[in-house]
Structure formats: C-alpha cells, structure tokens
C-alpha cells in the first residue's frame, strides 16, 4: 500500500511541497533537492490532507478518488464507508469532548452516484 512506502522512505514534509532538505553527501551541508509533489492523501489521526493541510478528503483527494474509481462506484462508497469509520474513531479520540460531527456529508455525500 502507498502509506506503507512512504512510511519507509521516513519523514513527511509538511508545508514544504516538493522540496526537501537532506544531508549532501560530499559537501556534508544542506542541500535542496526536488522531490515527487505530495500527493494529497489523510495524515492520520488528524484526519488532514497531507499536501494542502485540509480536511481529508481535500477537492483535490476527491477528485483523484472519483478518477480511481471511474466505474465502481460502489467498491469507492465501501472504502470511504471505512475511511470514515477509522476517522471518527481516531477523532473522537483526539477530542473527546468534541466527537466529530458532519463525516456523512464529509466522506461520503460527495460520493454517492447522482440521479
Ligand atoms: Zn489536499
């Protein structure tokens, strides 16, 4: 799975997109090398877009989930549907006193086949 990898490649960069510092290797300084955009997937427990620090999903997200699942309809609602439910528990952990409201609308309105 994608979240896997990027787990294994280490840090996320929050903020920085596309950029990165690491260690050069001859000058033993700081250099800035491009890195592949950051995609906008869930920063989890905070349920925020990785990329643009939005709600997760961001419009962004949506639409890259409406193009991956151009056709099955039914397999995108099944996987948001557990999405949500792993959101709402991680939320209503962070903020007890706050258990999160709206995730219907937020995960899965959007998604719902129209007419
Ligand atoms: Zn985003």
Redesign the pocket.
Known sequence: MVEGERGRRGVAWPGVRGLAFVRGRRAGGVVMVVRPPVP?VAMRPLWR?R??G?EWP?Q??KLALLTEYRGDRMSLLIYLGTLMHEATNQLAQLHPEHPPTGMTERFLSWARARG
Do not use: D, S
């Open positions: 906008h877009c990329n643009c939005r961001c962004p997200a």
